[in-house]
């Protein structure tokens, strides 16, 4: 069983950043791949970055690509989403999820994810 919680969400001026983290419990965190989804109002919840068990591949979406980067502690049993330049088009719910098979994450197979997160706002004013 693995719980998921989110923070750092908030209000941010375009073009400004935001680090937001994931806190996972359970031992078996280390063996999860991770990652970011977002769902902006009125829109459907979409792929944002994954990360493998290791770290050693990540994946984004090409809207973020170049402005965030997911990277996990898995000592810490962390993962974290750096955004910078964020634009007003970033305002989403986002939330973390994890799954045994990186590539139910990169596919954005949400049906299929084993875990998901409650998610944390993120505010892009422009």
């Known amino acids: 069983q693995v719980q998921l919680v989110e923070s750092g969400g908030g209000l941010v001026q375009a073009g400004g950043s935001l680090r937001l983290s994931c806190a996972a419990s359970?031992?078996?965190?280390?063996?999860?791949?991770m990652g970011w989804f977002r769902q902006a109002p009125k829109k459907e919840r979409e792929f944002v970055a994954a990360i493998s068990w290791s770290g050693g591949n990540t994946y984004y979406a090409d809207s973020v690509k170049g402005r965030f980067t997911i990277s996990r502690d898995n000592a810490k049993k962390m993962v974290y989403l750096q955004m910078n330049s964020l634009n007003t088009e970033d305002t989403a719910v986002y939330y973390c999820?994890?799954?045994?098979?990186?590539?139910?994450?990169?596919?954005?197979?949400?049906?299929?994810?084993?875990?998901w997160g409650k998610g944390t706002l993120v505010t892009v004013s422009s």
């Open positions: 999820a994890a799954d045994r098979r990186l590539n139910t994450i990169v596919a954005g197979n949400e049906l299929g994810m084993d875990y």
């Open positions: 359970g031992r078996t965190f280390s063996t999860y791949a």
